[in-house]
């Protein structure tokens, strides 16, 4: 007499691996291009010719054309830069304020930034500008 072993059917398992993999990928990619974008506010800097350039991790403000402000890269409005710079200065009261202007802003809103980041306990400041002489 025959006799006929009887078999599990093999379960369905799916390999997790090549999608776990793709998922990294697309992480790293998104990582990378996070860090590698430029702030949202256009900024077109004056022109100078004795400009050097200048590497250090400042504190950067951004003033664009239309008078809008960014404080590393967040947009603020003046009322909180106040704020959020003295919050920065009670952490590390060295710190050098670096101040990218527009060429086409009044000058009265520039001051007017210089004033804030004073009141707040700035004492050295960088103006950024672009080098006509080129690099």
Do not use: C, W, Y
Request: proline share 2%.
């Amino acid at each position: 007499m025959i006799k006929f072993q009887k078999t599990e059917r093999d379960t369905f398992s799916l390999d997790l691996v090549p999608m776990i993999n793709i998922v990294f990928l697309l992480l790293i990619f998104f990582m990378l291009t996070s860090t590698a974008m430029k702030s949202a506010l256009g900024v077109d800097l004056p022109e100078a010719s004795s400009s050097t350039e200048i590497s250090g991790k400042n504190l950067v403000i951004k003033i664009n054309k239309d008078g809008v402000l960014e404080l590393g890269d967040q947009v603020i409005n003046s009322e909180l830069l106040s704020e959020q710079l003295k919050d920065k200065f009670s952490l590390n009261e060295n710190e050098i304020v670096e101040i990218h202007a527009d060429k086409n802003i009044q000058f009265e809103l520039f001051s007017n930034i210089i004033a804030l980041a004073r009141q707040a306990g700035a004492k050295e400041f960088i103006f950024a500008t672009e080098n006509t002489d080129g690099p």
